[in-house]
């Protein structure tokens, strides 16, 4: 057996193939392969000493393969977790970003649960405070990850947000966001994100059970007027239209996971939804106010948003007309 074999954390790692299309398996790593199995190399615990991250990539091929651990290895894991807030914010959210793509990422956090591993993971040298209490996953069902990554990734993307930056609040809520941002070192654009979700959170808005109702007409009728108060919560003084805010609609969607129940939005493509068109331009705005100024504009858009909200978005041009014009 080479060194570099010896290197290595896990048999079904230490296959080599030349270039000539040869195997070579000095450890058995091709039927641990076939049968799934997650098998360390020599000393589950000297291999771990070796380099810490093992512990994070035992739970992340966890998710894939059948991962056996005695009482004493589990203990003698668990004593040597904390030692992964040593490691760099990039090694950990390199890892974390392989976990979130794997199929099953829920066996890899059930298994960071079980090793206590979610309780450092955002913990780094630099913020770690030793008489405070590590704070671990909050979130109970993890279907809520399988129904982002199902339904939202390509929303996620085109928004320049990542997995870490939508899923790991729902794992770890909004009393870790800031954690969330220092340990996986989040771009301005992310952080922004985060603070706005924490900001929905902090809204408490009574949620209506309206989803009861029969259409879809009428599910996305609701989203929508939902949206609309959270919007208006998040800034009372807002003018203007809101496809022109600088808050994204699709991050109100995002949002929407965080206020209604999974199984009240899984029937009602919530990603797919696009907010409707507002029937009034701006011209016809501006000949119903004989003086105007920007700002008197922008806030009858406003007015006039809302008044076309408020009536499920069936107002006429007409109707929205002789309402500013009375009001």
């Known amino acids: 057996m ?16 030349d270039s000539q299309g040869n195997l070579t398996d000095f450890l058995n790593g091709e039927n641990d392969l076939i049968k799934r199995k997650l098998v360390f190399i020599g000393n589950p615990i000297e291999r771990i000493e070796e380099d810490y991250l093992r512990i994070v990539r035992f739970c992340r091929f966890s998710g894939n393969f059948e991962s056996k651990l005695s009482k004493n290895l589990k203990k003698e894991i668990t004593l040597r977790v904390p030692k992964i807030i040593n490691l760099s914010n990039k090694r950990i959210r390199d890892e ?9 990422c829920y066996k890899c956090f059930l298994m960071m649960k079980k090793l206590t591993l979610d309780k450092y993971l955002l913990i ?19 279907e809520i990850i399988d129904f ?8 996620v993307q085109n928004e320049k947000l990542d997995l870490i930056s939508v899923i790991m609040i729902h794992l770890y809520g909004e009393h870790c966001i800031d954690k969330i941002i220092n340990r996986f070192d989040l771009n301005k654009r ?16 009574k949620i209506k059970n309206n989803l009861e109702i029969q259409t879809l007409r009428e599910k996305h009728i609701y989203i929508f007027q939902l949206i609309w108060q959270l919007r208006c919560g998040l800034n009372l003084k807002k003018q203007g239209l ?20 999974l199984e009240k939005i899984k029937d009602i493509d919530l990603f797919e939804i696009n907010w409707p068109k507002f029937p009034l331009v701006r011209e016809k705005i501006m000949k119903s106010k004989k003086k105007f100024t920007f700002d008197q504009v922008e806030k ?18 007409e109707e ?8």
């Open 300 to 317: 009858a858009f406003f007015q006039a948003e809302e008044f076309w909200v408020n009536n499920n978005f069936k107002s006429s041009q």
């Open 148 to 155: 982002i990554k199902l339904n939202g990734i390509t929303l």
């Open 242 to 261: 809101f496809y022109k805010d600088r808050i994204p609609f699709n991050w109100y969607k995002l949002a929407l996971l965080h206020v209604l129940p």
């Open 124 to 142: 780094n040298k630099n913020n770690y405070n030793r008489y405070e209490i590590p704070t671990g996953f909050v979130l109970k069902n993890f």
């Open 320 to 327: 929205i007309s002789n309402f500013l014009e009375k009001s």
């Open 2 to 17: 080479n060194d570099d074999v010896k290197r290595r954390d896990f048999t079904i790692n230490s296959l080599y193939l």
């Open 190 to 205: 992310k952080i922004k994100f985060l603070n706005f979700i924490r900001q929905i959170i902090n809204l408490k808005i």
């Open 96 to 104: 974390i970003n392989k976990i979130l793509l794997t199929k099953s």
